[in-house]
């Protein structure tokens, strides 16, 4: 069965930084499209950074130059380097992975919560 594991959340200080890591099972996982999401208190949950399995990255915006998305598929494993935090950067952050050999899907983890406050 697919697990994805997000691990390394928790309290920092604006301007702090956090990394994030999200261990995966269960899939092919060099083949597999990754991606982080974030869901504030009263907000939608918003996609932070992509990696495609051809590790082409994305970002949001609002995280350009803070954050940094990668892969290790030794590994089975994304992380996400996120740095200069703000208090808007609180948030459950959570792992998503997509693909598959016949039919594709989505799958997700837990979540991961990271509260940034002074």
């Known amino acids: 069965q697919v697990q994805l594991v997000e691990s390394g959340g928790g309290l920092v200080q604006p301007g702090g930084a956090l990394r994030l890591s999200c261990a995966a099972s269960?899939?092919?996982?060099?083949?597999?499209?990754m991606s982080w999401y974030r869901q504030a208190p009263g907000k939608q949950r918003e996609l932070v950074a992509s990696?495609?399995?051809?590790?082409?990255?994305n970002y949001d915006d609002s995280v350009k130059g803070r954050f940094t998305i990668s892969r290790d598929n030794a590994k089975n494993t994304m992380y996400l380097q996120m740095n200069s935090l703000k208090p808007e950067d609180t948030a459950v952050y959570y792992c998503?992975?997509?693909?598959?050999?016949?039919?594709?899907?989505?799958?997700w983890g837990q979540g991961t919560q990271v509260t940034v406050s002074s």
């Open positions: 269960g899939i092919i996982f060099r083949s597999y499209d």
């Open positions: 990696i495609t399995s051809g590790g082409i990255t």
């Open positions: 998503s992975a997509f693909g598959g050999t016949y039919f594709r899907s989505r799958y």
